[in-house]
Every structure is written in C-alpha cells, then in structure tokens.
C-alpha cells in the first residue's frame, strides 16, 4: 500500500495577514499566526486586533484533514454504481461526500478505511446519514457490481460503491491525483493493487473541502465532517 502519497495541496492558501507573508507558518488557527506576529516583533497594537480576531465567528475554521478548499481537481466524478446508476456529486447535495479508492481483496487499508467510516457514521448520530461513503474500485476487472454490492453491505448498507470502466479509472485517478497499479502476485496469474490510502470530503453543497490521510484518527475526522455539515 502507498500510505504516502499525497496530492499537492497548492491551492489551500492559509490566509496570513500582512507582515506575516513571508513566514512559513504551520495552518493552524488565527490565534497562533497571531501569536506567531508577536513573536516577530510585530505592533502590539496589530497584534491584539488579530488576536481579537480569533474570536471572531468569521474566523476560517482549521481542520484536523488537510484543507483543500478551492483545489481545481477532483471536483466530480461521473461513474456507475454497484446498482447499475450513473453517480454525480450533485446526487448528494446536503450531505458530506467522502470518496475512497480501493479495492476489495485488499488486506488491510481498504477494509480499515470502510471499518472505520462506519464508526464515524455511527459516531455522528443522527446526522449519520447525512454522511454519504463512496468507494471507488481500482480493480473493476474482479469487484463486480455483485462483489461490490457485498461488500458494502459488509460495512454498511448506504455506502456506495462506484464501478467505472478500465477508460473511465484511468480517467478519473488522474483528475483525482490517485495513483494505482497492478502488482504481480505470489502465484502465477494472481494480482494485488497498489494505491494512494487517502480520504476526499466534499461539502454539502459538493465542494471538495478536506484531504484526510490513512490513519486520521476516527475522532478527528467526525469532528471535521461535523463542522462541515455544520457550515451547510
Ligand atoms: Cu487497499
């Protein structure tokens, strides 16, 4: 598994006030950057007005993901799910979309995933099913809409599982900066997939949002699905 990969996160511009510019400030919250500004010497009198700032309920809200807002890729998909319909980001509006890319004879990524978007589902109570789960195959040669259908029913019977062709995989990875290859297996004929282990969020109004890696703890990915759905 490539639990490393990662898709440059170009386009989420942490906002830095001015003087700040320059400095390579970790995104975490506006109370930090402003006590970043102190550090550095800045006015007193900047610095409490950003300070006060943090306050404020205009303040960006940090994530525990990645924060990908704006990205200009993995903006949609348009593929067929295991009952045989076409599946867009606009089938979802009002929930919070999590896109995985997976395939089912995986080991260990890929069921640890799903195992855990259920307790993140079941975490988030009653706003369990505004959280919709889509796992997109990079094996559509073996997990079938029959094999498929299976195994999200393993995990859970409302995720989704989306099935595109060997064109449309190719097609789709590459809009989604999602790198997977055949691997030969042990014995003769039998095969393994290597690929990115990540999460995509989208928004309820189907933005894409957050870059949550392998191993992001359950808490604090329905702590970030929480916010969203809180944001509408
Ligand atoms: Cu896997």
């Known amino acids: 598994m490539n639990k490393t990969w990662l898709p440059r996160a170009g386009a989420a511009p942490a906002r830095r006030p001015e003087g700040a510019a320059l400095d390579p400030a970790p995104p975490s919250g506006p109370r930090r950057r402003a006590l970043h500004l102190l550090a550095r010497g ?3 009198a900047g610095a409490l007005a950003l300070l006060g700032l943090a306050g404020c309920s205009e303040a960006k809200p940090s994530f525990n993901a990645i924060d990908l807002t704006g990205a200009d890729y993995a903006r949609d998909f348009r593929l067929t799910d295991m009952n045989g319909r076409e599946r867009t980001l ?3 509006r009002g929930k919070v979309v999590a896109v995985f890319f997976g395939f089912a004879q995986c080991p260990d990524v890929c069921p640890t995933t799903m195992l ?7 975490k988030l109570g009653a706003d369990g099913d505004k959280l919709q789960v889509i796992y997109i195959t ?3 040669a073996r997990d079938t809409a029959e094999v498929m259908k299976a195994y999200m029913e393993a995990f859970d019977p409302g995720f989704l599982a989306l099935i595109p062709t060997a064109e449309q995989l190719a097609a789709t990875a ?3 900066k999602v790198y997977y290859k055949k691997v030969d297996g042990k014995t003769p004929g039998s095969y393994t997939m290597d690929h ?4 995509y969020l989208y928004d309820p109004q189907g933005r894409l949002r ?7 703890p359950v808490d604090a990915m329905a702590a970030d699905i929480q916010a969203l759905l809180k944001q509408g």
Not at 116 to 122: S, T
Not at 210 to 216: K, M, N, P, S
């Open 138 to 140: 990079v094996d559509p």
């Open 174 to 176: 590459k809009d989604f």
């Open 116 to 122: 855990e978007m259920k307790q993140i589902k079941d």
């Open 90 to 92: 606009a089938d979802f």
């Open 196 to 199: 990115s282990a990540a999460t």
């Open 42 to 44: 800045a006015g007193a």
């Open 210 to 216: 957050l870059y949550a890696r392998y191993g992001t």
